[in-house]
Protein backbone atom coordinates (compact mmCIF):
# COMPACT_ATOMS: atom_id res chain seq x y z
CA UNK A 1 0.00 0.00 0.00
CA UNK A 2 1.41 3.60 -1.24
CA UNK A 3 1.72 5.99 1.46
CA UNK A 4 -0.16 9.37 1.76
CA UNK A 5 1.20 12.60 2.14
CA UNK A 6 -0.72 15.62 4.62
CA UNK A 7 0.80 19.32 5.35
CA UNK A 8 -0.90 21.97 7.66
CA UNK A 9 0.36 24.54 5.21
CA UNK A 10 -0.56 27.22 8.00
CA UNK A 11 -3.52 28.64 9.92
CA UNK A 12 -6.54 26.58 9.21
CA UNK A 13 -5.14 24.84 6.02
CA UNK A 14 -4.70 21.14 5.54
CA UNK A 15 -4.05 19.17 2.68
CA UNK A 16 -4.25 15.28 1.94
CA UNK A 17 -2.84 13.72 -0.64
CA UNK A 18 -3.53 9.90 -1.89
CA UNK A 19 -3.06 7.92 -4.99
CA UNK A 20 -6.65 7.95 -5.58
CA UNK A 21 -7.57 11.78 -4.79
CA UNK A 22 -6.20 14.92 -3.48
CA UNK A 23 -8.16 17.66 -1.39
CA UNK A 24 -7.39 20.54 0.88
CA UNK A 25 -9.75 22.13 3.67
CA UNK A 26 -9.54 26.28 4.18
CA UNK A 27 -6.10 26.69 1.70
CA UNK A 28 -4.84 30.08 2.65
CA UNK A 29 -1.83 31.02 1.07
CA UNK A 30 0.91 33.59 0.93
CA UNK A 31 3.57 35.20 -1.33
CA UNK A 32 6.33 32.13 -2.77
CA UNK A 33 3.86 29.42 -1.29
CA UNK A 34 0.64 30.82 -3.15
CA UNK A 35 2.57 32.14 -6.62
CA UNK A 36 4.22 28.95 -6.76
CA UNK A 37 1.24 26.55 -5.62
CA UNK A 38 0.09 24.21 -7.84
CA UNK A 39 -3.63 23.26 -8.65
CA UNK A 40 -3.99 19.43 -8.03
CA UNK A 41 -6.75 19.16 -6.04
CA UNK A 42 -10.03 17.39 -6.87
CA UNK A 43 -11.82 18.79 -3.79
CA UNK A 44 -11.57 21.75 -1.78
CA UNK A 45 -13.99 22.22 1.81
CA UNK A 46 -14.12 25.00 3.14
CA UNK A 47 -15.35 26.02 6.69
CA UNK A 48 -16.69 29.59 7.11
CA UNK A 49 -16.60 32.88 5.34
CA UNK A 50 -13.69 34.91 7.44
CA UNK A 51 -10.85 35.70 4.95
CA UNK A 52 -8.62 32.99 7.20
CA UNK A 53 -10.53 30.61 5.73
CA UNK A 54 -12.46 31.05 2.51
CA UNK A 55 -9.40 33.56 0.49
CA UNK A 56 -10.14 34.46 -2.87
CA UNK A 57 -6.70 34.94 -3.58
CA UNK A 58 -5.86 31.29 -2.88
CA UNK A 59 -9.26 29.67 -3.98
CA UNK A 60 -8.81 31.38 -7.51
CA UNK A 61 -5.28 29.74 -7.70
CA UNK A 62 -6.47 26.37 -6.08
CA UNK A 63 -10.21 26.15 -8.00
CA UNK A 64 -8.66 25.40 -11.48
CA UNK A 65 -6.88 22.72 -13.56
CA UNK A 66 -7.47 19.31 -14.51
CA UNK A 67 -8.26 17.59 -11.73
CA UNK A 68 -10.68 20.43 -10.07
CA UNK A 69 -13.97 18.98 -9.63
CA UNK A 70 -15.75 21.37 -6.54
CA UNK A 71 -15.67 23.41 -3.57
CA UNK A 72 -17.89 23.01 -0.94
CA UNK A 73 -18.55 25.46 1.03
CA UNK A 74 -20.77 27.03 4.08
CA UNK A 75 -24.08 29.04 3.34
CA UNK A 76 -22.38 32.55 4.63
CA UNK A 77 -19.60 32.34 1.88
CA UNK A 78 -22.12 32.62 -0.99
CA UNK A 79 -24.90 34.14 1.53
CA UNK A 80 -23.05 36.53 3.75
CA UNK A 81 -24.86 38.20 6.66
CA UNK A 82 -24.91 42.15 6.35
CA UNK A 83 -23.69 44.28 8.04
CA UNK A 84 -20.74 42.04 8.11
CA UNK A 85 -18.35 42.00 10.99
CA UNK A 86 -14.69 43.56 9.28
CA UNK A 87 -12.78 43.57 13.38
CA UNK A 88 -9.79 41.57 12.09
CA UNK A 89 -7.59 42.79 9.97
CA UNK A 90 -6.90 42.26 5.81
CA UNK A 91 -10.96 41.39 6.62
CA UNK A 92 -12.90 42.83 3.75
CA UNK A 93 -16.22 40.58 3.76
CA UNK A 94 -17.86 42.90 1.17
CA UNK A 95 -14.75 42.74 -0.74
CA UNK A 96 -14.10 38.80 -0.60
CA UNK A 97 -17.90 37.43 -0.74
CA UNK A 98 -19.87 36.18 -1.22
CA UNK A 99 -16.81 33.56 -2.84
CA UNK A 100 -18.86 33.41 -6.41
CA UNK A 101 -17.48 36.78 -6.89
CA UNK A 102 -14.31 34.94 -7.67
CA UNK A 103 -14.84 31.60 -8.81
CA UNK A 104 -17.36 29.90 -11.49
CA UNK A 105 -20.55 29.55 -9.24
CA UNK A 106 -20.46 26.06 -11.78
CA UNK A 107 -17.49 24.67 -9.13
CA UNK A 108 -19.30 26.07 -6.27
CA UNK A 109 -21.89 24.17 -4.01
CA UNK A 110 -23.35 25.33 -0.60
CA UNK A 111 -23.68 22.24 1.91
CA UNK A 112 -25.15 22.08 5.40
CA UNK A 113 -23.96 20.72 8.57
CA UNK A 114 -26.15 17.08 9.46
CA UNK A 115 -24.93 17.46 13.17
CA UNK A 116 -25.99 20.44 15.09
CA UNK A 117 -24.72 22.33 17.88
CA UNK A 118 -26.70 23.61 21.03
CA UNK A 119 -25.38 27.09 20.39
CA UNK A 120 -27.26 27.63 17.60
CA UNK A 121 -30.25 25.56 18.19
CA UNK A 122 -30.46 21.57 17.61
CA UNK A 123 -33.78 21.88 16.98
CA UNK A 124 -32.69 23.93 13.27
CA UNK A 125 -33.42 22.48 9.74
CA UNK A 126 -31.52 22.84 7.01
CA UNK A 127 -31.59 21.53 3.28
CA UNK A 128 -28.82 19.64 2.87
CA UNK A 129 -26.73 18.51 1.08
CA UNK A 130 -25.24 17.27 4.37
CA UNK A 131 -23.07 13.86 3.24
CA UNK A 132 -21.58 13.54 0.01
CA UNK A 133 -20.47 10.32 -1.84
CA UNK A 134 -17.39 11.73 -3.98
CA UNK A 135 -15.60 8.32 -5.70
CA UNK A 136 -12.81 7.31 -2.86
CA UNK A 137 -13.84 9.93 -0.06
CA UNK A 138 -17.03 9.90 1.63
CA UNK A 139 -17.90 13.62 3.36
CA UNK A 140 -19.85 13.88 6.19
CA UNK A 141 -20.83 17.46 7.24
CA UNK A 142 -20.85 18.65 11.27
CA UNK A 143 -21.75 22.03 12.31
CA UNK A 144 -18.51 24.18 13.15
CA UNK A 145 -18.27 27.16 14.95
CA UNK A 146 -18.42 30.95 14.56
CA UNK A 147 -21.94 31.42 13.29
CA UNK A 148 -22.89 34.70 12.20
CA UNK A 149 -25.97 33.71 12.44
CA UNK A 150 -27.57 30.39 13.50
CA UNK A 151 -29.51 30.10 10.06
CA UNK A 152 -25.63 30.37 8.46
CA UNK A 153 -24.08 27.37 9.98
CA UNK A 154 -20.44 26.90 9.61
CA UNK A 155 -19.51 23.16 8.62
CA UNK A 156 -16.78 20.99 9.88
CA UNK A 157 -16.00 18.02 7.51
CA UNK A 158 -15.15 14.46 8.11
CA UNK A 159 -13.31 13.02 5.01
CA UNK A 160 -13.31 9.15 4.84
CA UNK A 161 -11.07 7.81 2.49
CA UNK A 162 -12.57 4.38 1.74
CA UNK A 163 -9.88 2.11 0.50
CA UNK A 164 -7.21 3.66 2.75
CA UNK A 165 -9.11 2.98 6.51
CA UNK A 166 -8.23 6.37 7.05
CA UNK A 167 -9.84 9.62 7.80
CA UNK A 168 -10.41 13.66 8.89
CA UNK A 169 -11.66 15.50 10.86
CA UNK A 170 -11.61 19.25 10.04
CA UNK A 171 -13.20 20.98 12.54
CA UNK A 172 -13.31 24.63 11.24
CA UNK A 173 -13.45 27.49 14.13
CA UNK A 174 -15.30 25.11 16.31
CA UNK A 175 -14.75 26.43 20.07
CA UNK A 176 -17.82 24.86 22.16
CA UNK A 177 -17.87 21.43 21.97
CA UNK A 178 -21.74 19.73 21.45
CA UNK A 179 -23.48 16.28 21.94
CA UNK A 180 -23.45 14.95 18.26
CA UNK A 181 -20.01 14.83 17.69
CA UNK A 182 -20.63 11.32 20.13
CA UNK A 183 -21.93 10.12 16.94
CA UNK A 184 -18.34 10.51 14.97
CA UNK A 185 -17.26 8.56 17.93
CA UNK A 186 -14.89 5.66 16.34
CA UNK A 187 -14.82 7.01 12.72
CA UNK A 188 -12.13 9.43 13.48
CA UNK A 189 -8.84 8.71 12.57
CA UNK A 190 -7.14 11.99 12.40
CA UNK A 191 -8.73 15.30 14.27
CA UNK A 192 -7.58 18.32 13.18
CA UNK A 193 -6.88 20.21 16.12
CA UNK A 194 -8.17 24.03 15.60
CA UNK A 195 -9.03 26.39 18.62
CA UNK A 196 -11.08 24.31 20.56
CA UNK A 197 -9.49 24.39 24.47
CA UNK A 198 -7.70 27.43 23.73
CA UNK A 199 -7.48 29.96 26.77
CA UNK A 200 -6.94 33.61 26.54
CA UNK A 201 -4.26 34.58 28.13
CA UNK A 202 -5.04 35.56 31.91
CA UNK A 203 -8.43 33.72 30.83
CA UNK A 204 -10.52 31.20 32.36
CA UNK A 205 -9.05 28.04 31.95
CA UNK A 206 -10.93 26.31 28.81
CA UNK A 207 -8.34 22.98 28.69
CA UNK A 208 -11.83 21.42 29.71
CA UNK A 209 -13.02 22.25 26.22
CA UNK A 210 -11.36 20.25 24.62
CA UNK A 211 -11.37 17.12 26.97
CA UNK A 212 -14.82 17.41 26.19
CA UNK A 213 -14.24 17.41 22.60
CA UNK A 214 -11.88 14.16 22.91
CA UNK A 215 -14.37 12.70 25.13
CA UNK A 216 -16.97 12.87 22.50
CA UNK A 217 -15.32 11.76 19.43
CA UNK A 218 -11.98 9.35 20.79
CA UNK A 219 -9.91 9.97 17.49
CA UNK A 220 -6.79 7.84 17.08
CA UNK A 221 -4.82 10.77 16.50
CA UNK A 222 -4.55 14.73 16.97
CA UNK A 223 -2.55 17.06 14.74
CA UNK A 224 -2.49 20.73 16.25
CA UNK A 225 -3.14 23.69 13.55
CA UNK A 226 -4.73 27.00 13.47
CA UNK A 227 -1.42 28.91 15.72
CA UNK A 228 1.07 30.12 14.01
CA UNK A 229 4.62 30.78 15.49
CA UNK A 230 7.62 33.45 15.31
CA UNK A 231 9.97 31.59 12.77
CA UNK A 232 10.88 33.24 9.90
CA UNK A 233 9.76 29.71 8.43
CA UNK A 234 5.93 30.27 9.24
CA UNK A 235 3.85 30.49 6.08
CA UNK A 236 1.41 32.64 7.82
CA UNK A 237 2.72 36.46 8.10
CA UNK A 238 3.16 37.69 11.19
CA UNK A 239 0.20 40.21 11.98
CA UNK A 240 -2.40 38.09 10.51
CA UNK A 241 -4.84 35.95 12.65
CA UNK A 242 -4.65 33.52 13.77
CA UNK A 243 -2.94 33.53 17.23
CA UNK A 244 0.70 33.46 17.91
CA UNK A 245 2.26 31.34 20.12
CA UNK A 246 5.26 31.93 22.33
CA UNK A 247 6.35 28.54 22.40
CA UNK A 248 5.29 25.56 20.22
CA UNK A 249 6.76 23.05 21.79
CA UNK A 250 4.78 23.94 24.87
CA UNK A 251 1.47 24.47 23.03
CA UNK A 252 1.92 20.91 22.01
CA UNK A 253 3.05 19.62 25.18
CA UNK A 254 0.00 21.21 26.77
CA UNK A 255 -2.47 19.34 24.41
CA UNK A 256 -0.71 16.21 24.90
CA UNK A 257 -0.76 16.33 28.85
CA UNK A 258 -4.76 17.62 28.38
CA UNK A 259 -5.35 14.34 26.30
CA UNK A 260 -3.25 11.73 27.94
CA UNK A 261 -2.33 8.18 26.14
CA UNK A 262 -6.28 7.47 24.32
CA UNK A 263 -5.39 10.24 21.05
CA UNK A 264 -1.64 10.71 20.35
CA UNK A 265 -0.86 13.95 19.09
CA UNK A 266 1.04 14.33 15.96
CA UNK A 267 3.25 18.00 16.24
CA UNK A 268 3.31 18.82 12.92
CA UNK A 269 4.66 21.74 11.76
CA UNK A 270 3.41 24.31 9.31
CA UNK A 271 4.74 24.04 5.81
CA UNK A 272 6.37 20.84 6.36
CA UNK A 273 4.70 17.78 4.28
CA UNK A 274 4.30 14.17 6.20
CA UNK A 275 4.22 10.94 4.63
CA UNK A 276 2.35 8.51 6.55
CA UNK A 277 2.96 4.65 6.09
CA UNK A 278 0.02 2.36 5.21
CA UNK A 279 -1.81 0.35 6.50
CA UNK A 280 -0.02 1.31 10.18
CA UNK A 281 -0.61 5.11 10.01
CA UNK A 282 2.76 5.86 11.04
CA UNK A 283 4.02 9.13 10.37
CA UNK A 284 7.86 8.89 9.09
CA UNK A 285 9.68 11.99 10.76
CA UNK A 286 12.05 12.73 8.21
CA UNK A 287 14.49 15.38 9.68
CA UNK A 288 18.31 17.02 8.07
CA UNK A 289 20.94 18.31 10.00
CA UNK A 290 22.65 21.35 7.99
CA UNK A 291 26.04 22.36 8.75
CA UNK A 292 26.05 25.94 8.93
CA UNK A 293 29.63 25.99 9.54
CA UNK A 294 33.24 23.79 9.65
CA UNK A 295 35.02 25.59 11.83
CA UNK A 296 33.58 27.91 14.90
CA UNK A 297 33.75 31.26 13.93
CA UNK A 298 34.94 32.51 17.57
CA UNK A 299 38.50 30.36 16.38
CA UNK A 300 39.39 33.63 14.01
CA UNK A 301 39.47 35.99 17.06
CA UNK A 302 43.69 35.64 17.53
CA UNK A 303 43.06 38.65 19.68
CA UNK A 304 43.03 36.86 23.08
CA UNK A 305 46.03 35.06 22.29
FE1 LIG B 1 -9.95 31.04 11.98
Given at each position: ????????????????????????????????????????F?????????????????????????????????????????????????????????????????????????H????????????????????????????????????L????Y????????I?????????????S????????????????????????????????????????????????????????P??????????????I?????????????????????????????R????????????????????S??
Amino acid sequence: MNPIYLKWTGCGGFEVRTDAINFAFDPYLFGENLTSASPDFDYIFISHEHFDHCHPGTLRRLCRGDRFKKIFVSPGCCDPDRPVDEKYRDAAFDRDLPITKYLDPELVQVVFPRHLSHVGGESRSFPGPFELDLGPIHVDIIESGENQRPDLPNCGYLVTVRDLDISFLHTGDLTEPYRSLEKLRGKVTCLIHMKMGLTEWGGDDRTDKLLQCIDAIEPEFLIPIHYRTDRASDPIPHGTWPPDVTDAGAFIEWIREAVGHRTRVLPFTAGVEYEVELPSKRVLWKWNWHNTWTEPSWRDDRSNE
